[in-house]
């Protein structure tokens, strides 16, 4: 295979293509969840580290996405929990115990849902704090590789892994390693799992909506801030939801 802007496009076709398929399933399942949480109303906290922190700014505070959205970010132990800028790093999402801090920090009531990415589904932190959402009784979605996760040993002390946790898991369809183009001397290029994880999400969103379109109600989605009237649109949704959804950090 070359290693061309129009190789990496056919491989992200076709990966499209295979996950939109084989998922179709799973994403209506998430969708359900997703619609009887905000019929409850509740709100979707997104959380994802490293890369997958891409998957959490596509499911909270984007526009034509849904407005009851939160999303949870490492940072935020900096930002609303008072540690230290020298606290985050690589290595950090390999901690489990940021997990109790993190959902300590976040506005979470009994009815809100989670959905939560991990490429590898692995790491210490992402696992524990699946393992606490669901203790603390609330659904969870998973978006995870399950080629990659199921080649890597878990970095949590129970030996789980973030699959093991959820009411619904989405395969984003990326190789072990993520990047899909070998190069001669080893070693690979063009990661494809942040785009199906985009898809993945935009295609939840979209499910949802219909479910609320379809029960007679008026979803609450964003118009972007960037258009006339965006800003008063969005304003008057998010005041329902006053200090249980965070933007701007």
């Known amino acids: 295979m070359t290693v061309s802007a129009e190789a990496y496009l056919a491989v992200v ?22 619609a009887e949480a905000l ?5 979707v906290h997104a959380f994802g580290t490293g890369h997958s922190e891409a998957l959490a700014m596509e499911i909270a505070g984007r526009a034509g996405g849904l407005v009851p959205t939160n999303r949870i970010a490492l940072r935020d132990l900096v930002l609303l929990g008072g540690e ?11 901690d489990p115990a940021v997990a109790h801090r993190l959902y300590e920090l976040a506005p979470v009531r009994p009815s809100d849902i ?6 590898s589904g692995v790491n210490g932190a992402m696992v ?35 699959a093991d946790f959820a009411d619904v898991v989405l395969d984003n369809g990326a190789p072990y390693g993520d990047a899909t183009l070998p190069l001669p001397d080893g ?10 994880a985009a898809l993945l999400a935009q295609q939840i969103v979209a499910e949802t909506v219909t479910r609320l379109i379809a029960a007679g ?18 304003a008057a949704l998010e005041a329902r939801y006053a200090g249980r959804i965070r933007r701007g950090s």
């Not at 230290?84 to 999402?93: D, F, K, Q, R």
């Open 39 to 43: 019929r409850a109303d509740g709100v």
């Open 128 to 162: 524990e704090f699946a393992s606490l959402v669901v203790e603390r009784g609330h659904r969870l979605v998973a978006i995870t590789s399950a080629q990659h996760s199921g080649r890597m040993a878990s970095r949590h002390p129970s030996g789980r892994k973030l």
């Open 217 to 234: 109600e008026r979803p609450p989605v964003y118009l972007s801030a960037n258009i006339t009237g965006g800003d008063e649109h969005n």
């Open 13 to 34: 076709t076709e990966t499209i293509g295979r996950v939109a398929a084989s998922q179709r399933e799973a994403v209506g399942r998430a969708a359900d969840l997703i």
């Open 187 to 196: 070693g690979a290029v063009g990661a494809v799992s942040s785009i199906t």
């Open 84 to 94: 230290p800028a020298s606290i985050l790093g690589p290595h950090l999402e390999r």
């Open 114 to 119: 989670f959905v939560l990415a991990s490429n």
